[in-house]
């Protein structure tokens, strides 16, 4: 074996499903990362919406490394008492009584799909055919088969069909359609309360009302898909609280074990114990060591001062985002909740997201995009502030180099 690796082997030894930066990011340390070359960046990325607590948190790494020392895996012929504390953890701050926990954001959906469908069908002499699954255009729920026919970006199912069946898709934001749309026939709703890969945009609290509302009438139910917007966020531990909707199902993942790999799908005891004995599982769902990493993020972002942080972090970035544009107008919006936030790029520059994440790159930062015309943000939830305020600068040089090109 070659111990020497480089960005040139990727081609040859990865199938070619993404298309990476040049550096290679080799260690991180809070909001710092190097690459492999030794060179510093500033991290307003998290691994994509994951990372909310930074790089090698000391006390994540606390718990996975005493976690490490006890039990690695015992697989769901026992139950873990990592993964009892985080149900625990999980029911007391939310609507829910029973969780499944799985490995990532698809999975935890497809287990929310699964069970809305089960629900229905175990209904079903009540409600007949009542299987259809209603999502929105440009949403994203995950890459599985099920997940990527439910998200409403018919380019992530091209050329993988057949598709499965009884899903429709409606305009986000759009009531009307909504309440025309969902129906008796409608088993379940799922939403994103920020559509994230998508372009940073928030769901209208009157939209999301008349889901619920509508869900009701009709016996489906609502599911908020926090894959992104869960864990702290959008400055409260989930999005839907602020929203004052609650659903009946809510599935997260990404900063939940911080980058240790862990979903969760999170309902009523009415609900969830439709879900019986052997009728959906995983192996790795629900792991002790991804449990114990959980465990401490959660009692570190559910503190006052964390949630808090990220309202005054928040505003940071939009008034230094506004202050850029300003100077060099390239952005028409922006957009977003807590340390999620899309800057839109105005008509000149529409189209270069990816371009303006290349510059970014060579000022020292990780930013993301959120589709061609957007570039998104979403940094650490407890990123040191002059870190940050040391980002927004590269980000503005970023936008002149961009700018000027
Ligand atoms: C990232 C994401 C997913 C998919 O999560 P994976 O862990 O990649 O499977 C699903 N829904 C939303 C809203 C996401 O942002």
């Not at 259809?132 to 599985?144: K, L, N, Q, Y």
């Not at 129906?183 to 994230?196: D, M, N, R």
């Not at 509508?214 to 400055?235: H, K, N, P, S, Y």
Request: charged content about 20%.
């Amino acid at each position: 074996m070659q111990d020497v690796v480089t960005r040139s082997d990727f081609g040859e030894l990865i199938t070619p499903v993404y298309s990476p930066a040049s550096l290679i990011p080799v260690r991180g340390e809070g909001s710092y990362v190097w690459d492999a070359d030794g060179r510093r960046y500033i991290d307003l990325a998290g691994g994509v919406a994951v990372t909310g607590l930074g790089h090698a948190h000391p006390d994540l790494v606390a718990a996975l490394g005493a976690q490490s020392q006890a039990i690695w895996h015992i697989g769901n012929v026992f139950t873990n008492e990592p993964v009892l504390k985080l149900a625990r953890q999980l029911t007391d701050a939310t609507f829910g009584d029973r969780v499944f926990f799985a490995n990532s954001g698809a999975e935890a959906n497809e287990a929310a799909l699964k069970l809305a469908r089960k629900f229905a069908s175990d209904r079903a002499s009540v409600n007949g055919q009542k299987f259809e699954i209603i999502a929105f255009d440009h949403s994203f729920h995950g890459r599985t088969l099920f997940t990527v026919s439910v998200g409403g970006q018919p380019k992530y199912s091209a050329g993988f069909g057949p598709l499965p069946i009884g899903i429709r898709h409606l305009p986000f934001n759009d009531v009307s359609s909504a309440c025309v749309g969902i129906s008796e026939k409608t088993c379940a709703v799922i939403v994103e309360l920020v559509q994230g890969e998508s372009g940073v945009k928030p769901a209208e609290l009157e939209f999301v009302r008349a889901l619920r509302q509508r869900c009701d009438e009709v016996g489906a139910l609502l599911i908020f898909d926090e894959v992104q917007t869960g864990i702290g966020r959008t400055g409260c531990l989930f999005a839907y609280m602020d929203y004052g909707i609650t659903p009946d199902i809510l599935t997260t993942a990404k900063a939940l074990g911080n980058g240790f790999p862990i979903g969760a799908m999170i309902t009523t005891a009415s609900i969830g114990d439709h879900f019986t004995a052997g009728s959906h599982g995983s192996t790795f769902g629900g792991n002790p060591l991804a449990a114990s990493v959980a465990n401490k993020v959660l009692e570190i972002v559910q503190r006052p001062e964390t949630l808090e942080g990220v309202k005054l972090r928040n505003r940071i970035c939009l008034e230094r985002l506004q202050e850029i544009n300003r100077r060099i107008n390239v952005f028409s919006e922006f957009r977003g909740r807590g340390l999620l936030i899309g800057a839109e790029l105005n008509g000149n520059y529409r189209g270069r997201s990816a371009k303006l994440v290349e510059h970014a790159y060579a000022a020292g930062i990780f930013t993301l995009m959120a589709g061609p015309d957007v570039l998104r943000l979403a940094p650490s939830l407890v990123i040191p502030i002059d870190v940050l305020n040391d980002g927004l600068a590269a980000l503005e040089r970023a936008v002149e180099t961009f700018a000027a090109e």
